[in-house]
């Protein structure tokens, strides 16, 4: 089952503004409103790129945060942060 691209759009733009209420508006480091809502974006954000990609053979510039861990871990990448101070 393929989802419209506007409707996924809508959905998305939707979940950036949820995110951006529960942030401005959190309560202490680990608000579980805050979490839901970096869910709720990361799960819309995933339809809409499937979705714009399906129907428009497109993708998006962005990556989820897991993704880009995953793939550093499949290539065999590690970040050390020191490495990066000394550069």
Known sequence: MSTDPREALDAFLEAVREHYAASAHRNGDQD???????????D???????????AFDEVTPFELFDDVEDA??????????????DD
């Open 32 to 42: 579980p409103r805050v979490e839901a809502a970096y869910m709720a974006l990361a």
């Open 44 to 54: 819309a954000f995933e339809i809409y790129e499937d979705a714009i990609y399906t």
């Open 72 to 85: 550093k871990d499949d290539e065999g990448f590690i970040l050390d942060e020191e490495d990066d101070e």
